[in-house]
């Protein structure tokens, strides 16, 4: 699986300690998304269409 080189564990951390928004990231664009459960996975990305969205706790899991 290609993940963009921007997803890094510290920057998923970093978003998920921020419960307010319900963050995620794109794998493959490496923008942002809001309004993700923890635990999403392919999600649609609203930037670049892709459906590798990934809620910030799951990528913390996946990239640990």
Known sequence: MAIH????????LELAEDDM???G???ACGEDAYG??????RGECECCGERKVYGAAELVL???
Do not use: F, H, K, Q
């Open 25 to 27: 990231i794109c794998i």
């Open 5 to 12: 080189p921007s997803v890094t564990v510290e920057r998923a």
């Open 36 to 41: 993700c459960e923890p635990d999403m996975r």
């Open 62 to 64: 996946m990239l640990a």
């Open 21 to 23: 928004d319900n963050p």
